[in-house]
């Protein structure tokens, strides 16, 4: 079984900055692309930033200059490094994870709780 869990949500002002933190555990032979998500209530999901296993990084255009995602792979972990937070950076942020869990295995596609982030002032 594989779990995402992620940390590091909470009430930030305007201009402020948080860091999230999402760590797989289980069976993880493999981690390919890891990326964080967010959602606002009665919108669609919708990707903020990814990297890939060998370090290949995507922004979405609204966190671009913003926010940096890096990743331990030593501690299956990925980081979003959020700054200069606006109110319309309100949301549930997801981890999701592609992830091969043994050998010779398929690959699928593995999400957190979520954690939600509040910028207000």
């Known amino acids: 079984q594989v779990q995402l869990v992620e940390s590091g949500g909470g009430l930030v002002q305007p201009g402020g900055s948080l860091r999230l933190s999402c760590t797989a555990s289980?069976?993880?032979?493999?981690?390919?692309?890891m990326a964080w998500y967010r959602q606002v209530p009665g919108n669609q999901r919708e990707l903020a930033a990814s990297i890939t296993g060998d370090g290949n990084i995507n922004y979405a255009d609204f966190v671009k200059g913003r926010f940096s995602i890096s990743r331990d792979n030593a501690k299956r972990t990925v980081y979003l490094q959020m700054n200069s937070l606006k109110p319309d950076d309100t949301a549930v942020y997801y981890c999701?994870?592609?992830?091969?869990?043994?050998?010779?295995?398929?690959?699928?596609?593995?999400w957190g709780q979520g954690t939600q982030v509040t910028v207000s002032s």
């Open positions: 999701n994870a592609d992830i091969k869990r043994r050998i010779g295995g398929p690959r699928a596609f593995y």
């Open positions: 289980g069976s993880t032979f493999m981690i390919y692309t």
